[in-house]
């Protein structure tokens, strides 16, 4: 995929449809290269076939942006789900994929203000500093302010209903699945896809979430700009520091990695304990990190937030307790709660559902449940990872195919899995209690 400014998006369904057919041929073709040099002798090994469709697959995602480019961010938090081949190229979907052109964001601009960001700002640069799946920022300058103006992709929010009837049969086939058994955790994605693409809700989030954060340790947030922001164009302080893996090149100290790892959990368990909202999506683009005052971390994009019933929040933080693993029958009485586990089950599935819950919720809770926690040993990373491997090797687990449980927990999940493997990625060792203020 070339890096040049792209001039135009596939924002009609049609054509959004065909690119994806396109791709189905490319990736077809790839398919029938590979077996055919193995007719004949020729050496074509299995990572070759990976690397050519997972650079066909993200050139894809990339020129279509949108939607199916936040799966892609979302697979390469997941590194054990796939081969190393697509991580490796969706992992890129965290900090750059190819920007659009300066005359696409001019006209972006013209739509929404009827001036030109030139005539906007004090200076305005044409080229992205950084462009990912919804959008893409700009530096400007305004009264001797260092801005970041954020420019949302044309077609985007019209997009993503049509993206997801797009993917939706593909994904049903291949898990076996119908519907009905998937829509609420169709649905759920969709709502939190749509409320991305709402930059006048990411304002106000933003806004709120600063203030009611203001006295955690070491955390910076941006200051937001409701003058020169609209649904598709937001504009924020442009923040100093550097992306995890920038940072980390820096080899900064121990205490720094520490306190860092710190600001990012209390952040989190503040969020999660007092506010009942979690910013919801921690790959490593959303932040910003240096050595300043012994390690700061700024924080980014509120484009996706979970907002945490209060019977789901009772519920997760039920299924985490010490006492809950130890104890059988509470167990068994929260996961029905939960929608795990159905009076319909015969008693060996259900014996296999609670010995499987048994084994993740003590290995996911730890922790929690210890006053301080060493992420830096990637032990516990792996081990994670190891329990997914065997989950999915277990032959009756894979018969079960239907989903269970409530949809909330598909970001209640991600956002911990997120934050357990950048805490890793830092090498923090963190005190786990509640969340310190000054």
Request: proline share 5%.
């Amino acid at each position: 995929m070339s890096d040049e400014p792209q001039t135009s998006l596939p924002t009609t369904k049609v054509a959004r449809a065909a690119r994806f057919a396109k791709t189905g041929f490319n990736v077809g073709t790839n398919y029938i290269k590979h077996y055919a040099k193995k007719a004949v002798g020729a050496e074509s090994t299995t990572e070759d076939l990976h690397a050519a469709n997972a650079a066909e697959l993200y050139g894809t995602l990339s020129e279509m942006k949108g939607s199916v480019l936040k799966v892609a961010q979302m697979l390469a938090m997941e590194k054990n789900m796939l081969p190393t081949a697509y991580a490796e190229q969706f992992a890129q979907a965290q900090y750059q994929t190819p920007p659009l052109s300066g005359p696409l964001v001019v006209k972006a601009f013209r739509d929404a203000f009827g001036k030109s960001p030139y005539q906007l700002f004090d200076e305005f640069e044409p080229e992205a500093r950084q462009a990912a799946s919804i959008g893409q920022v700009h530096f400007a300058r305004k009264d001797g302010k260092a801005l970041a103006v954020k420019v949302q992709y044309p077609g985007v929010a019209d997009s993503i209903k049509s993206d997801i009837r797009l993917v939706k049969p593909i994904a049903l086939r291949v898990m076996g699945l119908n519907e009905a058994q998937v829509r609420p955790y169709l649905e759920e994605v969709e709502t939190r896809l749509l409320e991305e693409t709402d930059y006048k809700l990411e304002l106000r989030r933003g806004q709120e979430i600063a203030a009611q954060c203001h006295g955690l340790k070491h955390l910076q947030f941006p200051s937001y700009y409701p003058e020169y922001s609209t649904a598709r164009i937001l504009t924020m302080d442009w923040l100093s520091g550097q992306h995890l893996k920038e940072f980390l090149a820096t080899n900064p100290s121990q205490e720094v990695r520490n306190q860092i790892g710190q600001a990012l959990w209390d952040f989190y368990q503040f969020q999660f304990n007092e506010l009942h909202r979690l910013h919801a999506d921690p790959h490593p683009g959303n932040f910003l990190m240096q050595a300043k005052d012994g390690g700061t971390l700024g924080v980014l994009d509120f484009g996706c937030v979970k907002e945490v019933p209060a019977d789901v929040y009772q519920l997760f933080t039920a299924l985490l307790a010490p006492e809950t693993i130890a104890d059988e029958g509470r167990l068994t009485a929260l996961l029905t709660q939960a929608g795990v586990l159905r009076a319909s089950d015969a008693p060996a599935l259900q014996a296999l559902y609670l010995r499987t819950l048994q084994v993740s919720l003590e290995l996911v809770g730890r922790p929690f449940r210890q006053p301080t926690f060493n992420f830096g040993d990637p032990a516990y990373m792996a081990a994670l990872y190891a329990l997914s491997d065997d989950l999915m090797a277990d032959p009756e687990l894979r018969k079960q195919r239907e989903p269970r449980g409530s949809e909330h927990f598909i970001y209640l999940n991600r956002t911990y899995v997120g934050l357990f493997a950048l805490l890793t990625e830092l090498g923090a060792a963190v005190e786990t209690g509640v969340a310190r203020t000054l």
